[in-house]
């Protein structure tokens, strides 16, 4: 293929998400967007008007007319429609969780090396600019606290907090820190839902460094935050703000204490959705390896689902407190 060929991709899931995927895609270079598809039709036909393409309800009639697609569905159909997509050796840019089970990724990830096919894990947060700034700054963390806290929203709630929410940090923190886990400490409860809606992991890894989580979707503000202390200087990263603020201390005068010395990087003009999307795309046409790839969501997938395990276990020992007549608001969905 020539590289200014355009790319043909099309959106599979166009609800709240997959809308702005596709509206990022009709606004590239050098990509036809070849479709949207929705089992909701009207929400297809909407979506499919406001980007000048065409709209489906079954994602099987595009998979002959496109190089590539994001999967943008419930968590649940995640593998049943990125084993389809990659069985007729489309790309695909698939949104996290990658799968429920690590079965399920196992599979993906051996399917796309067999059809030699590009699978990239919607892990957006890598991609947001005071990550990618805050990476030079690192040596040797010493330890990491991070808090994703957020207003309820009634969707993406077909998946409990960790897998929703914490495994936004646990993907960094894997990516930052190259050591293996040597134990892990976790609590949380079901608050609004039937599934976990708060939850704190205590990650402690063989190098001595350790990173507190702390996770809520039923807060009464939104917060993305991840501080990092290391040797001679200390990190504030602020997702929503892309901002990224590093304090070391400088000697004052003669007598004087040490002064802090802080200096700040502010990206707020980029656009993170852009930024991940733009990257897959390159990676369709010039085969190379994602930067968020099968391998690494499989890896955040693992240890959040070790989390999960944890903390039902531990809910198990006071279930004893729970109201046996307590119904929920909500049982998920999407």
């Known amino acids: 293929m020539g590289s200014e ?10 609800g709240y998400l997959g809308r702005f995927h596709a509206q990022k895609y009709a606004a590239m270079d050098n ?8 089992v909701n039709g009207d929400q297809a036909q909407k979506v499919a008007s406001e980007c000048s393409t065409t709209a489906y309800t079954d994602y099987t009639e595009v998979l002959d007319s496109v190089d590539a697609v994001s999967i943008v569905v419930p968590t649940i159909y995640h593998h049943t429609v990125a084993s389809r997509c990659l069985e007729h050796g489309v790309d695909i840019m698939l949104e996290k969780p990658m799968t429920t089970t690590l079965e399920e990724a196992d599979d ?13 894990v ?3 947060e890598r991609f947001n600019p005071a990550v990618l700034a805050m990476r030079p700054l690192l040596k040797n963390p010493l330890f990491i606290e991070a808090h994703r806290l957020s207003v309820f929203k009634n969707r993406g709630i077909d998946v409990d907090v960790v897998l929703d929410l914490m495994i936004h ?10 050591s293996p886990i040597k134990d892990i400490h976790t609590v ?31 807060s009464m503000d939104n917060m993305r935050r991840m501080r990092i202390f290391q040797p001679g200087k200390y990190l504030s990263v602020d997702f929503n703000k892309k901002e990224v603020m590093a304090i070391k201390l400088k000697q004052g005068d003669a007598n004087d204490q040490p002064l802090p010395d802080i200096s700040r990087q502010g990206f707020k003009d980029q656009d993170v959705l852009e930024l991940e999307l733009q990257e897959f795309i390159a990676n369709v046409r010039h085969r190379t390896k994602p930067t968020v790839s099968g391998y690494e969501g499989r890896r955040a997938l693992d240890i959040a689902l070790g989390v999960i395990k944890q903390i039902r276990a531990n809910q198990d020992k006071f279930s004893h407190l ?12 999407n």
């Open 5 to 14: 060929k355009n790319r043909r991709v099309a959106v599979i899931g166009v």
């Open 31 to 38: 990509v036809e967007l070849v479709g949207v598809i929705d």
């Open 188 to 218: 949380g409860a079901p608050v609004i839902t039937q599934l976990t809606d708060i939850a704190n992991a205590r990650i402690v890894f063989e190098n001595g460094c350790t990173a507190n989580i702390t996770v809520s979707r039923i």
């Open 122 to 124: 919607g892990h957006l």
């Open 108 to 120: 993906l990830v051996t399917l796309a090396e067999k059809k030699r096919c590009i699978l990239q």
């Open 169 to 178: 940090d646990i993907d960094i923190i894997l990516s930052i820190i190259d």
């Open 322 to 333: 729970m109201d046996p007549g307590q119904t929920f608001g909500f049982a998920g969905g």
